[in-house]
């Protein structure tokens, strides 16, 4: 069993400038205590199983911070940040299977689910008849799956192809 916490203080000031010259200012102080715990249990020589949950965040890039209105290169569309976001929160558990037939070897399969509070989406705005891009905190949002990882050395076809391994991941999740 591992456990931890991490704590994380977040003083944030951004400086930006608008482009009529006008200064512009945005201040966040996030305080976070980051849990973690997982669990390791060795059910064979060559198999385990692991048990794990934590916090994490995600927090907002400086334009989605800065209410200043800029063109998204790519799309083409006004940009306009948001002083008033926070930062996203996010819950994460997960169990994983794990096999290990050679010292080089592995395959698992694991299934995992995250729990966002506040996460930050990109949101269509209309002022007058223009539209533009804003960045708001939506209430809450989820994604689940499961993913299976294989890693084989390539040895078993010939003795020359042992020093070379071959990976695959697949994940299949839902959101």
Same mark, same amino acid.
């Given at each position: ?45 060559? @198999?385990?199983?692991?048990?794990? +949950?934590?916090?994490?965040? !995600?927090?907002?890039?400086?334009? $989605? *911070?800065?209410?200043? /209105? &800029? ?58 008849? @223009?539209?533009?891009?804003?960045? +708001?905190?939506?209430?809450? !949002?989820?994604?689940?799956?499961? $993913? *299976?990882?294989?890693? /084989? &050395? ?22």
């Amino acid at each position: 069993l591992i456990t931890g916490a991490r704590y994380e203080r977040d003083d944030l000031t951004v400086n930006a400038q608008s482009t009529l010259g006008q200064p512009v200012v945005t201040q966040k102080l996030w305080n976070d205590l980051l849990p973690s715990a997982a669990l390791n249990v060795k059910l064979s020589e060559y @198999q385990s199983i692991r048990f794990s +949950v934590s916090r994490t965040l !995600a927090r907002p890039e400086y334009r $989605e *911070l800065s209410p200043i /209105k &800029s063109r998204d290169v790519l799309n083409g569309d006004d940009l306009e940040g948001n002083p008033n976001l926070v930062r996203t929160r996010i819950d994460n558990a997960d169990i994983r299977w794990e096999w290990y037939p050679d010292a080089a070897e592995i395959v698992s399969v694991s299934l995992f689910a995250k729990q966002f509070s506040d996460p930050i989406e990109r949101v269509y705005k209309s002022a007058g008849a @223009q539209r533009f891009l804003a960045y +708001v905190n939506a209430e809450k !949002a989820t994604n689940y799956g499961v $993913e *299976l990882e294989v890693r /084989k &050395s390539l040895g078993m076809f010939a003795q020359a192809l042992r020093p070379l391994t071959a990976f695959t991941n697949l994940t299949v999740m839902s959101s």
